[in-house]
């Protein structure tokens, strides 16, 4: 049996591949980057963009082999609106497609596929469990539901499909967004928050999410849909403040309100100038917090990062690479990979 991890080299395939390896298992790494063999050096990598029915084809794949579909376009870059669809759509709905009917040749049956928790769009229960109601508020959260929708198609034609919906994932590497935040606080001015700060915001661990696709495969693979995040995530201005007094910094948590805010940037993204995507900051003052108890429950899989830790090593790594002048933000917090 092998382990083949479309876009395994992004930030949970190099954990999940790494892992498994360790392990003893077969790895493929099927991706169009190569930039971190040293983390997986036991694994095979073969050059596969998930868009090319072709290059699939290529993946050698046989009926107990075990797939995993890492392979994602994200909310970073930001683009206009004009552009989302075709944006997201060829990797994040035809490339899952393409995986799951080459699947379908080769008689591979089993699937972990990462979707994302924007599926839910506003939040109507809370905490969100995931049978919560699902409306995407934008083209990244829809491409990512249409692959649900794709799943459930092929369960009822007899594959197994993991699901697994993340809140934003950060860890070694993972900046992108993030870096606003720091630079704002590394040079002591204010930081806004969209709302009071009241409300909490959750996280989850590249090295989490790793955890949950092994767990996934070691339970069987069930045709289940999983939240994940961090467990009691503290809110908004709790999670800043610790930050700021990490940072030794005089920034100042400035609340806003939220309305107001979101149609500012309603207006600037109808103008094509957009700072944030819309599925970002319009549930950005919301009680947005996934349920991850289901996973607890069925894969044996429970978080073992907390937020304020999260955050305050993803400060102290934008702080080493800048301090070394290795160039900071290279990577990207996203909230799915």
């Not at 040293?38 to 090319?52: E, G, L, M, Q, S």
């Not at 794949?61 to 994602?72: E, I, K, P, R, T």
């Not at 990244?140 to 919906?165: H, N, P, V």
């Amino acid at each position: 049996m092998k382990h083949i991890l479309f876009g395994g080299d992004g930030f949970v395939g190099r954990q999940l591949a790494k892992r498994l390896a360790e392990e003893g298992e077969e790895v493929i790494v099927a991706d169009i980057a190569d930039t971190n063999r040293h983390i997986y050096a036991k694994a095979r990598f073969i050059d596969c963009d998930v868009t090319d029915p072709e290059a699939i084809a290529a993946v050698p794949m046989s009926g107990d082999d075990m797939v995993y579909n890492l392979s994602a376009k994200m909310l970073s870059p930001i683009q206009v609106r004009a552009k989302r669809h075709d944006f997201f759509y060829p990797v994040n709905y035809h490339g899952t497609k393409n995986i799951i009917e080459a699947m379908d040749r080769a008689g591979a049956g089993r699937l972990v596929h990462y979707t994302t928790d924007m599926v839910y769009g506003h939040t109507v229960t809370y905490p969100m469990t995931e049978d919560h109601p699902v409306s995407p508020l934008g083209e990244y959260g829809q491409s990512k539901l249409d692959t649900e929708t794709l799943a459930q198609e092929w369960r009822q034609r007899g594959m197994d499909i993991t699901l697994f919906r993340p809140r934003l994932i950060i860890g070694p590497g993972r900046l992108g967004i993030l870096t606003k935040l720091f630079k704002l606080i590394d040079l002591n001015l204010p930081v806004p928050m969209i709302g009071s700060g009241k409300n909490p915001y959750q996280f989850i661990s590249v090295y989490d999410c790793a955890d949950a696709a092994y767990k996934a495969w070691k339970a069987g693979v069930p045709n289940e849909a999983y939240n994940l995040g961090s467990i009691d995530p503290p809110p908004v201005r709790k999670l800043l403040g610790d930050l700021v007094k990490h940072a030794n910094s005089r920034s100042l948590l400035v609340p806003t309100w939220g309305f107001a805010v979101k149609r500012t940037l309603d207006l600037l993204d109808a103008l094509n100038m957009p700072i944030m995507d819309p599925e970002q900051y319009l549930i950005a003052d919301e009680m947005c917090v996934l349920d991850v108890s289901k996973g607890e429950r069925q894969l044996g899989w429970v978080p073992a990062y907390r937020d304020e830790d999260m955050l305050i090593a993803a400060y102290d790594e934008y702080r080493a690479q800048k301090d070394s002048g290795t160039g900071v933000g290279q990577g990207t917090a996203q909230p799915a990979e």
